[in-house]
């Protein structure tokens, strides 16, 4: 399994109007969205994303972003309820829509009926799987579509989006998109393995914005010794939302005693933590999981 909410933060953290290559009915000016990931007041659950847009365009939507890549029965209703208490505490808020990535609709996210009128009117979903068969996707789209292709089909299909994109300033982009889909569903394999798949060279790969950014590899060497312990820092901040929000996605809320140890963990045990959780079916797991890391 991906640890998605990771990547979607990073492909849209720095460059917010990429979202706007999968919104092809909004009109050709908009731009300028501000992309922010609120942590909702009570339960402590931070969004995937949200797009602000510049003050000057009233008319454009915030968009409201989720990456649910597997199913659950109690998304919908999670989906509303969240939606709601952002609106509730963001009442700058005009205009808006939900965006929802997934593998594809027939998943189970729960019964549509008590919701009805909030997926028709609302939701826009972005469906991975049907993207890969589609020649008229976006570029960015099909790169997406990587994260759920089987592995022996990663090379051909890499090689056919980068060809597509050949000579144009979107080149670089889907290259960083690659790299990051890789490492994020084969952080164990060699990096002349990734490049392989990916049909990306070694000097490429090791300066992409997503090996360098995400990961925090990729370090110049002469870097100032402030600046490496800063940048350790943000990598240990980061590792532990990430975790806290997995958690609470996978265990329910946490007790403040949990909380104040996972806080606690070094940054090896951390991304342990993130790369065990991801196959936790509750809340006793993670109480496994700490009694074993004492």
Same mark, same amino acid.
């Given at each position: 399994?991906?640890?998605?909410?990771?990547?979607?933060?990073?492909?849209?953290?720095?460059?917010?109007?990429?979202?706007?290559?999968?919104?092809?009915?909004?009109?050709?000016?908009?731009?300028?969205?501000?992309?922010?990931?609120?942590?909702?007041?009570?339960?402590?659950?931070?969004?995937? *994303?949200?797009?602000?847009?510049?003050?000057?365009?009233?008319?454009?939507?915030?968009?409201?972003?989720?990456?649910?890549?597997?199913?659950?029965?109690?998304?919908?209703?999670?989906?509303?309820?969240?939606?709601?208490?952002?609106?509730?505490?963001?009442?700058?808020?005009?205009?808006?829509?939900?965006?929802?990535? =997934?593998?594809?609709?027939?998943?189970?996210?729960?019964?549509?009926?008590?919701?009805?009128?909030?997926?028709?009117?609302?939701?826009?979903?972005?469906?991975?799987?049907?993207?890969?068969?589609?020649?008229?996707?976006?570029?960015?789209?099909?790169?997406?579509?990587?994260?759920?292709?089987?592995?022996?089909?990663?090379?051909?299909?890499?090689?056919?989006?980068?060809?597509?994109?050949?000579?144009?300033?979107?080149?670089?982009?889907?290259?960083?998109?690659?790299?990051?889909?890789?490492?994020?569903?084969?952080?164990?394999?060699?990096?002349?393995?990734? =490049?392989?798949?990916?049909?990306?060279?070694?000097?490429?790969?090791?300066?992409?914005?997503?090996?360098?950014?995400?990961?925090?590899?990729?370090?110049?060497?002469?870097?100032?010794?402030?600046?490496?312990?800063?940048?350790?820092?943000?990598?240990?901040?980061?590792? !532990?939302?990430?975790?806290?929000?997995?958690?609470?996605?996978? =265990? *329910?809320?946490?007790?403040?005693?949990?909380?104040?140890?996972?806080?606690?963990?070094?940054?090896?045990?951390?991304?342990? !933590?993130?790369?065990?959780?991801?196959?936790?079916? *509750?809340?006793?797991?993670?109480?496994?999981? !700490?009694?074993?890391?004492?």
């Amino acid at each position: 399994m991906v640890a998605s909410d990771k990547l979607f933060f990073w492909l849209f953290q720095n460059q917010p109007d990429r979202i706007l290559q999968l919104q092809s009915d909004l009109p050709p000016d908009a731009g300028g969205y501000r992309f922010s990931a609120p942590v909702l007041k009570e339960r402590e659950y931070r969004l995937d *994303g949200l797009f602000l847009p510049p003050p000057e365009r009233p008319d454009l939507p915030a968009l409201i972003l989720e990456a649910q890549m597997a199913a659950d029965a109690g998304f919908l209703r999670r989906l509303y309820a969240e939606t709601a208490r952002l609106l509730q505490q963001q009442p700058g808020i005009g205009p808006w829509r939900v965006v929802v990535f =997934c593998p594809h609709r027939e998943l189970d996210f729960g019964a549509q009926e008590p919701v009805a009128e909030f997926l028709r009117e609302r939701v826009q979903w972005i469906e991975l799987q049907p993207a890969a068969k589609d020649p008229t996707a976006p570029p960015l789209l099909k790169a997406l579509a990587l994260l759920l292709q089987p592995e022996r089909e990663l090379p051909a299909t890499t090689a056919m989006i980068r060809a597509q994109v050949k000579g144009t300033a979107q080149a670089a982009e889907i290259d960083d998109v690659i790299a990051a889909i890789l490492v994020s569903r084969f952080s164990g394999r060699s990096i002349p393995e990734l =490049c392989a798949m990916g049909g990306i060279t070694l000097d490429d790969f090791t300066q992409s914005v997503a090996y360098r950014e995400i990961y925090g590899l990729g370090r110049q060497e002469g870097r100032q010794e402030g600046r490496q312990e800063g940048r350790q820092e943000g990598r240990q901040a980061g590792e !532990l939302d990430l975790a806290l929000r997995l958690l609470q996605r996978r =265990c *329910g809320a946490l007790s403040a005693q949990q909380e104040a140890r996972i806080r606690e963990l070094p940054l090896p045990q951390l991304e342990a !933590l993130g790369e065990a959780l991801l196959d936790f079916q *509750g809340p006793a797991d993670l109480i496994i999981w !700490l009694a074993d890391h004492a």
